[in-house]
């Protein structure tokens, strides 16, 4: 068999497995969709803390504030805001959203008072490293890329569609709750970042 079919095969088998487990892509929405303000889901619902591999690369160590080489905790991530994107590489909502959540994380760098204090990461519902790692090599990601291939992660999020995009604060006492929780494109980027600046009382 051919490295053509082996491919074709091992495509369809994965678009059968996302169907199985209802991972399908999100339904598109329409621009005036997008740009909807979303409202924080509650001040007192805590994020599932989960296990995540070590870093691939001494970047990602240092963009995420870590100092171990082995697995760590999403609580043990240095930031005041974490954006956690579940996507899937297979998704063509999530391909075409790529590059706009570069732009956000570009936008995020290079804003004086959420530099440093807002983290990006994606999470691979379904997807194996390998998987992972040609999505971020495809589409340039700048921020760092996680395999969930046993989808046990995304099911303690609660997700059902991808991409889908989860805001966390980790407040000073050492607790966390889930600011946003939403399905589909972020919208406009900057309605993005003045609707953080409000909802993280950064401003």
């Known amino acids: 068999m051919d490295k053509l079919k082996k491919r074709i095969i091992f495509t369809a088998l994965t678009s059968v497995m996302l169907i199985h487990f209802g991972f399908a892509a999100a339904v598109e929405r329409t621009e005036s969709e997008s740009e909807i303000t979303y409202a924080p889901i509650g001040k007192n619902t805590a994020l599932p803390v989960f296990e995540l591999p070590k870093p691939q690369n001494e970047k990602e160590k240092r963009y995420l504030g870590l100092f171990i080489n082995e697995k760590f905790k999403s609580t043990q991530i240095k930031t005041q805001i974490l954006i956690i994107?579940?996507?899937?590489?297979?998704?063509?909502?999530?391909?075409?959203?790529?590059?706009?959540?570069?732009?956000?994380?570009?936008?995020?760098?290079?804003?004086?008072?959420?530099?440093?204090?807002?983290?990006?990461?994606g999470i691979?519902?379904?997807?194996?490293?390998?998987?992972?790692?040609?999505?971020?090599?495809?589409?340039?990601?700048?921020?760092?890329?996680?395999?969930?291939?046993?989808?046990?992660?995304?099911?303690?999020?609660?997700?059902?569609?991808?991409?889908?995009?989860?805001?966390?604060r980790f407040n000073k006492d050492g607790s966390h709750q889930k600011l946003f929780f939403k399905s589909g494109g972020f919208g406009n980027i900057a309605q993005f970042l003045a609707q953080m600046l409000q909802w993280f009382e950064l401003s």
Not at 111 to 117: E, G, I, N, V
């Open 124 to 168: 691979g519902a379904g997807n194996s490293l390998f998987e992972v790692d040609l999505f971020k090599k495809k589409y340039d990601v700048p921020f760092p890329l996680f395999s969930d291939k046993d989808l046990s992660i995304t099911r303690l999020l609660e997700v059902t569609e991808t991409p889908t995009f989860i805001g966390v």
């Open 85 to 121: 994107e579940v996507f899937n590489m297979y998704c063509p909502h999530c391909q075409r959203e790529a590059p706009r959540v570069n732009e956000l994380y570009c936008a995020i760098d290079e804003h004086t008072r959420l530099k440093d204090k807002v983290k990006i990461i």
